[in-house]
Nanobody, 124 residues
Framework: QVQLVESGGGLVEAGGSLRLSCVAS????????MGWFRQAPGKEREFVSS????????KYADSVKGRFTISRDNTKSTVYLQMNSLKPEDTAVYYC?????????????????WGQGTQVTVSS
């Protein structure tokens, strides 16, 4: 079955950096667009970033543009989220998601598979 396993979360001070990774199995990774979403306590899940199957198209939420970078390595079935200049409002559980068809979308409804999430906490 399809599995998406996130890692790299943790506690960091404001202004710091983290790199999240998501390893996919059970699917042909290069056929899937990948995305990152996050959910803070008491809030709805929100889009963070997505990347097309080949990496040529990327999308970002306005709140993370210029600070976060999404990338993928199809040889390792892995998608990354480099997060720089972190702010306390970035604190959330971050989820990796996969979308069949390959195009990068921002809506959660377009994604077929989800990971279990990794906690990111940014202290002020």
């Amino acid at each position: 079955q399809v599995q998406l396993v996130e890692s790299g979360g943790g506690l960091v001070e404001a202004g710091g950096s983290l790199r999240l990774s998501c390893v996919a199995s059970g699917l042909t990774f290069s056929n899937y667009a990948m995305g990152w979403f996050r959910q803070a306590p008491g809030k709805e899940r929100e889009f963070v970033s997505s990347i097309s199957w080949g990496g040529g198209v990327t999308k970002y939420a306005d709140s993370v543009k210029g600070r976060f970078t999404i990338s993928r390595d199809n040889t390792k079935s892995t998608v990354y989220l480099q997060m720089n200049s972190l702010k306390p409002e970035d604190t959330a559980v971050y989820y990796c998601a996969a979308r069949g068809g390959g195009a990068a979308y921002s809506g959660a409804q377009h994604f077929d598979f989800w990971g279990q999430g990794t906690q990111v906490t940014v202290s002020s």
